[in-house]
């Protein structure tokens, strides 16, 4: 198992941009893919950014396409998802995971998962 630790969210304006970090311990860090999800209060979970576990390979919802990117750096355990262009759609807690599969959206592909970071954008 891998232990996560999300850090960096906030409060931003709309238009604005946050980038979020999430740190893993556990020296099989490498072995996983890793992916980010939110929740809106009221609302269920969501898909928003995946990669591979070499970084090689990546995967978005839609609703976050070409405002969203999400990176890895295995020397330093850690993944970020840099979100640009935010919207109050976007406000939620955003949650990092790690998967054992290549690359996925899934909600039940995911075993590990930290504790979340809150982002609230304003109007």
């Known amino acids: 198992q891998v232990q996560l630790v999300e850090s960096g969210g906030g409060l931003v304006q709309a238009g604005g941009s946050l980038r979020l970090t999430c740190a893993a311990s556990g020296r099989t860090f490498s072995n996983y893919g890793m992916g980010w999800f939110r929740q809106a209060p009221g609302k269920e979970r969501e898909f928003v950014a995946a990669?591979?576990?070499?970084?090689?390979?990546?995967f978005y919802a839609d609703s976050v396409k070409g405002r969203f990117t999400i990176s890895r750096d295995n020397a330093k355990n850690t993944v970020w998802l840099q979100m640009n262009s935010l919207t109050p759609e976007d406000t939620a807690v955003y949650y990092c995971?790690?998967?054992?599969?290549?690359?996925?959206?899934?909600?039940?592909?995911?075993?590990?998962w930290g504790q979340g970071t809150q982002v609230t954008v304003s109007s």
């Open positions: 995971a790690a998967t054992r599969v290549f690359v996925t959206g899934a909600f039940d592909d995911y075993h590990s």
């Open positions: 990669i591979n576990w070499t970084g090689g390979r990546t």
